[in-house]
């Protein structure tokens, strides 16, 4: 083989090795940039958990300030995002997509609050029937035992057996049944003007008025910063 030859090869295998290290480096470089995006990633969901969190707690802590005792949700297109019709038939895994993220990290932050079975307490008011449904959705949401300790309230045939409306008057036997059992059974009063009841229904907020409680109604737009105005500027002083 001549000396020319030998050369050529000799290049070719140094330009063949040159490109191997070439695409390795681009290849760990690319892998890098994955894992700082990945990284950063992970840091922009830390951040805004954290973020949600801190208006969640400004917002539990502004409702204390101002008396609220007792935060009544309701459940279809409130808690949920959709309405179940009272009738759901789905598993409760797949229900758990629909909470709204506002009342995911609101109710996680009055449960981790000290004033929670003590000074402020939370229920569910519903007209759907479906007590146990909205039970195991809250215990799979939360991961806590403290679930045990928020009221559910619906149209149960024991609940409407108990009642003696004369028309229609909202949320307020639900909500007056939820104060008698926080008073008989818990040995806490709640006054009309410290209940807050957060509902989608306009009817249900305007009877809720009627009777001396505060009141938000809740549209698909609902967030923290929303949520954190009503509070701070809306809700009066008790």
């Known amino acids: 083989m001549s000396q020319i030859a030998k050369e ?3 290049t070719k295998l140094i330009r063949s090795q040159s490109a191997i290290q070439f695409v390795k480096r681009k290849k760990v470089k690319q892998q890098q940039q994955r894992m700082e995006i990945t990284a950063g990633k992970r840091v922009s969901i830390a951040k805004y958990i954290a973020e949600q969190r801190s208006k969640a707690r400004d917002i539990v802590l502004c409702i204390q300030r101002k008396n609220i005792k007792l935060v009544a949700i ?4 409130t808690l949920l995002s959709i309405h179940t019709s009272g009738y ?8 758990i997509e629909y909470i709204r993220s506002t009342f995911y990290y609101f109710i996680q932050e009055i449960l981790n609050s000290s004033a929670f079975g003590q ?35 619906g149209n149960t045939p024991k609940f409407l057996s108990s ?26 009063t709640i006054k009309p003007h410290e209940i807050l009841l957060l509902d989608d229904d306009v009817q249900n907020i305007l009877i809720a008025e009627k009777f001396g409680h ?3 109604e809740i549209r698909d737009g609902i967030n923290l910063d929303i949520l954190k105005e009503f509070a701070f500027n ?4 008790c």
């Open 214 to 216: 505060k009141v938000l």
């Open 74 to 77: 309701d459940f279809d297109n």
């Open 8 to 10: 050529s090869i000799s």
């Open 163 to 188: 009642t003696n409306d004369e028309g229609f008057l909202g949320k307020q036997s639900h909500l007056s049944s939820v104060v008698t059992e926080l008073a008989t059974q818990r040995k806490k």
């Open 234 to 237: 809306v809700l009066p002083e």
């Open 119 to 153: 000074t402020l307490h939370i229920c569910i008011v519903t007209f759907s029937s479906q007590e146990q449904l909205i039970r195991q959705l809250l215990e799979l949401a939360f991961k806590t035992p403290k679930t045990d300790r928020i009221i559910i309230r």
């Open 88 to 95: 759901y038939q789905g598993t409760v895994d797949n229900l």
